[in-house]
């Protein structure tokens, strides 16, 4: 159907693109009104003279951040944590996703078991039962007690054995004819028709092991244990200036509580930003589309 360009549409569309740019600068706004911050002086922030570009351009907040071994080190343990933790909490959410996305006449105990899970959602074992539990593994001051604990989260296991249910059932009856079991139906057929839902759960897994400071607190007893947010938790939130030597009083100087934050969001938020670009595409990719022919 063609389209005449008239000028009344061309305004129309200019229009469109005027607005849309807009709401873009909004919501670009914050973003870049942190950033200035983090590479101002603490003096001008504290003035409040830091709008969207850097005042006093210094780089002390940063330098505070990954100067030190420590961060480094919390840096690596949290990496080993979003690694290992998405490894492990991806291959339970398809193993137990599978099995519950079954129809009752397949697995009898199928509404059980999704009603079990559904228990734990609604209810808590609460902190205390939580950290004995824990401590009674001897996990306690080790990766695995980040782990382990929320490996296998229910929400996620609820949005991709529905994400199974809505793939066509004929799918699986012709692996079944041609001899597959159910581990070959569910790694060769569902896995990969299903790497949208998977990308989104893969995701939500990252950025909650990412951002997760408050049992890194609870379960280890050494700082030099701790995963990135609780150290940055520990030391740019409370300005905990025990952790700078003599030597870094030109440091404290260029420091203040705001850019040391705004230090700390890009830090947290960075590789996640890396990211999310190479997975957003899964997101809006067509699953199931002519993948059964009539």
């Known amino acids: 159907m063609h389209v005449k360009n008239s000028l009344g549409r061309r305004l129309f569309l200019g229009g469109n693109v005027l607005i849309l740019a807009a709401i873009s600068f909004a919501c670009l706004m914050p973003l870049i009104h942190i950033l200035a911050l983090s590479f101002s002086s603490g003096a001008a922030a504290s003035a409040g003279k830091v709008v969207l570009w850097p005042v006093d351009f210094t780089t002390a907040a940063y330098d505070n951040v990954f100067g030190k071994p420590e961060y480094l080190r919390a840096f690596r343990v949290t990496l080993v944590r979003v690694v290992l933790g998405t490894a492990i909490s991806m291959f339970l959410t398809i193993m137990t996703a599978y099995p519950l996305s079954k129809e009752t006449s397949q697995f009898r105990l199928r509404t059980f078991y999704v009603w079990l899970f559904v228990f734990t959602i609604l209810f808590s074992g609460g902190l205390i039962p939580w950290y004995l539990t824990v401590k009674s593994l001897g996990l306690i001051n080790t990766i695995w007690a980040l782990v382990l604990p929320g490996a296998l989260a229910v929400f996620n296991v609820i949005l991709l054995l529905n994400f199974y249910r809505s793939l066509p059932k004929e799918l699986e009856e012709s692996s079944r004819i041609d001899g597959a079991g159910h581990f070959a139906t569910l790694w060769k057929i569902y896995v990969p028709l299903s ?99 009539e």
């Open 195 to 293: 790497l949208p839902a998977l990308a989104t759960t893969g995701l939500f897994t990252m950025v909650g092991h990412w951002n997760s400071w408050f049992d890194g607190m609870l379960l280890m007893n050494q700082p030099d244990k701790y995963p990135l947010q609780t150290f940055l938790q520990t030391i740019i939130i409370n300005l905990d200036y025990r952790f700078l030597k003599t030597q870094d009083a030109e440091l404290i100087i260029k420091l203040s509580d705001r850019t040391s934050k705004a230090a700390q969001i890009f830090v947290a938020a960075f590789p996640i930003l890396i990211v999310y670009p190479f997975l957003q595409r899964f997101f809006i990719k067509g699953i199931v589309m002519g993948s059964v022919k």
